[in-house]
């Protein structure tokens, strides 16, 4: 166990990698900047997942909400971005916009103020958020860049995607470590889930299978003040 | 022998019936006088505990009060309606009940009694469960949980309406659990029912007696205790304590050193039973017996994660006396008839003298012989608590661990399954659970919020009023909303958590487990322990060594890998904390110096060395020693409080000593002592008084320090998640359902990192911090203790590491530092790569 306290400056510490020659941070609270551009991705945000699961039964916290968007709060106020994209997925079923509670709605519109917002389509809510503000579009090309929600099967150099939530794994000394990840071959990233209810599938799963360059595999795994790189051909499956 | 004097005859025929009589005379057997005084009571309207040795005839005693009154029972007249559950018998294992229902079918068909008893368990099928809801037997056999999902059946009422007697088997095993609380509620409801409900419990010697016998009766007025019946004696055990040959080892769990002398014992008898504390010390006994087996005697292996066919085989050739000796964990704790077993051997310290006691008592099932047992310590240490353990165990002292209040999760859960059954009025409810002993002090409030939280899960933010699983109707009722509560309830019930496990299977060596998906099971492993394994790894399981060709779903795929050494270790340190007693019994031995010639002389040569080189601790004070070691500084703290309150304490003291600069750097924490090891001197700043030991043991460590390290601890995530499961906020995994219990175990991590910084007074939460305080953390244990050394600590300054102090530095860097140090692997394996690679990755 080791006691490195110092508390390092967040964006001077996370790790800048280039994808299809755009420069990129890759912060360690799950969101991926581009400074270049002043732009600002996040990937399944799932809002609303507490209700949706109480809708069938299971009454767990309904503060999975605020809690999320308390840290999209902090990474915002940290980058200031000019454009923020939210890759799909952003609430957990299309009623979710309709049961956010009134405090959340608002603290989220004052995070869309005065700014590019830009809603991509994912598979758990294609429509439009009811009564939100931002552009709702299917994907997204900017620059070298495609943004859109679910990884495309013929492969799209300078894609950024998500859906998939990935973790990878590794082990150390006899223990295993667990963490979710960006994972990207150089040419297409694929973003970690942003919610806090969100759960996570390894990189290794059958699901990615032909998605990567494996050669070139690399999942940067989250730490609480870094990402840390780890190179594929050291990630476990399961 | 301390055999009970038995009644004179005229006044056992007074109140046993003649077939009885003439039974007892055929046999040429007479009641015991328990057995009578028992029957006694019952016939006069109370309810007994019965604590008695094994092979006392406790079951027949138990039994005896519905044997007799079933006798007398006028004979159903045609077109009478049919009669209902005569008695209930709950015990703590299916196996146990099934062993009942052959055990008292013999005595009930030879006395020619017109008594139903039938089973009723997790594999009852579900034909015969419908046909015992329309034609119940006489003598019902079951288990906690099913009685749990009887009282959520919506005829539960009439179902129960002619109950006469609940007999409770292994009382003493069932109230320490949350099983315990979760029958003790369906008890008070039976009782709701049918208010004349009569309890027996049948129990081994525990501490407190009083305890149980408010346990068996509703508490309304508290205080209130059934009858008790104690039958002492049986024979004086006679227990030794092996005094090797070999060396004893300073460290270590595995007695490897002992398995020559074992194997001499094992040729001696006719059938040894072999105790050890962890599945993985029986792997490794049993296959260092076989490694010395020249005469290929049958000996056998039984745990709890071997494939339930294998259990049974080995079970039956036991039952037949066709084995030698058997090596087995706490599976075979409870009471089934083992045969002639003449020697009881247990590996590893017994961590409690009651515990020793009662697997002793396995050894012998006539009460009048004495059963023989060996203890055999498998480090220095042990050595010292097998001593205790054992002048315990001749003064008849007992250390049952006590009782504590009633979980709130587990009543989340029956409240929810009242509701499944019938309608309920709050007030009504609450009068009816403050009757069962564990929730005989709940508040109104405290219950206010329990309804709160299973109707809507209780969260500040009323967010979930539409979604209720129970509602309060206008007549005051609170009515499950629908009827998909209720299956889900079904789906849910019960307080037993497994630990994510997989199949193991076996496969040809390098198939890699594909399209070979036949192999024969040979048991269920930890997922955790499987996930640090890599192609090729051996380690041992089901007596065998493995190798492990790799996951695929919820199956693990192994080949043989004979005469192979098992790489990989499972950790096993102890499963059972060290008690309290025999702590304090460890402590006095080393402060008496006349009593440490009753020790092997190797280890009273290795205390005399400590005399010389340090010194050992008076038996109130706490010894720390500090000294250098390599660019280290290590303090040893010896408390003798277990490993769980070690380990709460090394978290607490290395917070508090990185806050004073002393850098430290790790911590090892074993059942005796705590070793912390740092960069800077220790023992020349706690001589400066910076701090000094006094503050730095100061029992404010138990405020902030403990609230800030338990946030983020993983002992707690995992005691959270055993709550969210228990109170029905998450469902259980089924078979087939989920591909592994990892989409549970990060749900209820993020649940409750969300909870805990929304809503930290939450009931969960609340419920999750009680568990923990006496569960994974021992918090009140170790509060207990720096109460005690208040201005009482040693403090010895060496040059040197000290003999006292070896057993434990051997332990740094075997034992895993849990979860803490995720970190530090990332940074290792980043590491690695920038190395690989350069650094500036695709820069």
């Not at chain 2, 008790?228 to 005094?243: C, F, H, M, R, W």
């Not at chain 2, 004495?370 to 353990?389: G, T, Y």
């Not at chain 2, 076996?506 to 394994?533: C, M």
């Not at chain 2, 700043?685 to 701090?691: E, G, I, S, Y």
Request: glycine share 10%.
């Amino acid at each position: 166990m080791s006691f490195s306290l110092a508390r390092a400056s967040r964006i001077a510490e996370a790790d800048a990698i280039g994808i299809a020659g755009e420069r990129a941070v890759c912060d360690p609270r799950g969101v991926l900047y581009f400074p270049g551009l002043r732009l600002l991705a996040v990937s399944d945000l799932h809002l609303e997942k507490g209700s949706s699961l109480a809708r069938r039964g299971s009454l767990i916290p309904p503060y999975d909400t605020g809690a999320t968007l308390i840290r999209l709060q902090e990474v915002i106020a940290d980058y200031q971005p000019a454009i923020v994209i939210s890759l799909g997925d952003s609430f957990h079923d299309g009623g979710g916009a309709g049961r956010m509670h009134a405090s959340f709605r608002e603290r989220l519109e004052a995070l869309m103020a005065g700014r590019d917002w830009f809603w991509v389509a994912g598979n758990h809510d294609p429509e439009a958020p009811a009564g939100l503000p931002g552009e709702t579009v299917r994907e997204l090309a900017i620059g070298s860049l495609v943004f859109r929600h679910e990884p495309s099967k013929v492969r799209v150099e300078g894609e950024i995607s998500g859906h998939l939530h990935p973790c990878a794994r590794i082990v150390q000394q006899g223990r295993s470590v667990r963490r979710r990840c960006f994972a990207g071959d150089g040419g297409r990233m694929i973003m970690p889930a942003f919610g806090a209810y969100t759960g996570s599938l390894n990189v290794l799963d059958r699901a990615y299978a032909g998605l990567f360059r494996l050669e070139s595999l690399m999942a940067y795994m989250m730490g609480t003040q870094r990402v840390f790189a780890i190179s594929g051909s050291m990630l476990r499956p399961g | 022998m301390t055999e009970q004097p038995r009644l004179p005859d005229q006044n056992a025929t007074v109140i046993l019936p003649e077939p009885f009589l003439r039974w007892f005379g055929e046999k040429g057997w007479s009641p015991r006088a328990h057995q009578l005084e028992l029957l006694a009571k019952a016939q006069g309207g109370q309810s007994v505990l019965l604590i008695a040795p094994t092979g006392a005839g406790k079951t027949l005693a138990g039994f005896m009060p519905s044997l007799t009154e079933l006798a007398d029972r006028p004979k159903r007249k045609p077109g009478q309606a049919r009669r209902g559950i005569h008695t209930l018998y709950i015990s703590p294992l299916k196996a146990l009940a099934v062993d009942i229902e052959r055990n008292l079918g013999k005595p009930v068909e030879e006395i020619g009694l017109p008594v139903t008893i039938e089973t009723r368990t997790g594999d009852t099928p579900a034909h015969k469960r419908q046909r015992q809801k329309l034609v119940p037997p006489d003598i019902l056999l079951t288990t906690p949980e099913q009685l749990a999902l009887l009282i959520a059946a919506g005829d539960a009422k009439r179902f129960f309406q002619d109950l006469r007697f609940v007999v409770l088997d292994e009382l003493h095993s069932l109230v320490t659990s949350k099983r315990g609380h979760l029958l003790a509620l369906g008890l008070a409801r039976l009782r709701t029912y049918v208010p004349g409900l009569q309890t027996i419990g049948l129990s081994a010697t525990v501490a407190e007696p009083d305890e149980l016998r408010r346990w068996l009766v509703g508490q309304n007025p508290p205080g209130g205790m059934s009858e008790l019946i104690v039958v002492t004696g049986g024979a004086k055990p006679e227990i030794s304590i092996l005094d090797s040959e070999e060396r004893v080892p300073w460290a270590g769990h595995s007695a490897r050193y002992a398995t020559p002398e074992i194997y001499r014992e094992i040729k001696r008898h006719k059938t040894t039973l072999l105790f050890v504390n962890t599945r993985s010390q029986a792997e490794l006994l049993f296959q260092e017996l076989w490694r010395v087996n020249e005469d290929t005697l049958p000996i056998a292996l039984h745990h709890g994660s071997l494939d339930v066919a294998q259990r049974r085989r080995v079970e039956k050739a036991m039952g037949e006396n066709a084995l030698r000796a058997i090596v087995a964990t706490s599976t075979l704790d409870l009471g089934i008839d083992w045969g002639d077993v003449d020697l009881v051997v247990h590996v590893g310290a017994p961590k409690g003298a009651s515990r020793l006691a009662q697997r002793i008592g396995r050894a012998n099932h006539r009460m009048d012989e004495p059963s023989k047992a060996i203890l055999i310590p498998a480090n220095r240490f042990e050595v010292l608590e097998c001593r205790a353990a054992l002048d315990a165990n001749y003064l008849g002292a007992q250390d049952t661990p006590p009782l504590v209040d009633g979980g709130l999760d587990v009543l989340a859960q029956h409240v929810l399954g009242c509701a499944c059954g019938a309608p309920f009025r709050a007030d009504d409810l609450f009068e009816e659970v403050r009757t069962a002993a564990p929730y005989a002090s709940l508040d109104r409030t405290t219950f206010d919020r329990v309804i709160d939280f299973v109707a809507t899960g209780g969260y500040a933010l009323k967010n979930y009023e539409r979604y209720a699983r129970i509602r309060l109707n206008k007549d005051g009722l609170w009515r499950v909303s629908n009827p998909r509560v209720a299956q889900q309830y079904r789906l849910n019930v019960g307080t037993i958590i497994e630990v994510p496990a997989l199949n193991v299977r076996y496969v040809q060596a390098g198939s890699r487990g594909a399209a070979s998906r036949g192999g024969r099971p040979l048991g269920k492993i930890e997922e955790a322990f499987l996930e640090t394994l890599t192609y090729g790894d051996t380690f041992m399981f089901a007596g065998k060594v493995l190798r492990f060709e790799g996951i695929r779903e919820n199956e693990c795929f192994v080949s043989n890998a004979p005469g192979s050494e098992a790489k990989v270790p499972y950790y096993g340190g102890g499963k059972f904390p060290l008690s309290t007693y025999l702590a304090e019994q460890v402590r006095i031995m080393l402060d008496d110096q006349r009593r440490w010639n009753q020790l092997p002389e190797q280890v009273a040569d290795w205390l005399r060395f400590q005399a010389d080189k340090s010194v050992l601790p008076k038996r109130g004070d706490l010894l720390i020693e500090t000294f250098p070691r390599g660019n280290r500084h290590y303090l040893v703290a010896y408390p003798f409080e277990g490993r769980a309150a070690h380990q709460t304490l090394g978290m607490l003291l290395t917070r508090r000593l990185d806050r004073t600069g002393a850098k430290p750097l790790g911590f090892v924490a074993t059942d005796y002592a705590l070793a912390i090891w740092s960069l800077a001197d220790m023992g020349a700043m706690f001589k400066a008084r910076k701090p000094s030991l006094g503050s730095l043991f100061d029992q404010d460590m138990l405020g902030d320090d403990l609230e800030a390290w338990l946030a983020d601890s993983w002992l707690l995530k995992r005691t959270f998640r055993n709550c969210a499961l228990i109170s029905g906020l998450i469902e259980k995994r089924h078979p087939g359902q989920e591909k592994s219990g990892r989409q549970v175990t990060v749900s209820t991590d993020l649940v409750y990192d969300v909870l805990r910084s929304h809503e930290p007074d939450h009931i969960l939460l609340q419920a999750t911090r009680a568990d923990a305080a006496t569960g994974l953390l021992d918090v009140s244990r170790l509060a207990d203790m720096l109460s005690r050394i208040q201005g009482r600590i040693m403090h010895k300054h060496l040059e040197q590491i000290s003999p006292l102090a070896v057993p434990i530095m051997l332990e740094i860097g075997k034992m895993p530092v849990n979860g803490e140090a995720d970190e530090t692997l990332l940074m290792d394996a980043a590491t690695l790569v920038e190395e690989a690679m350069g650094p500036g990755i695709e820069e």
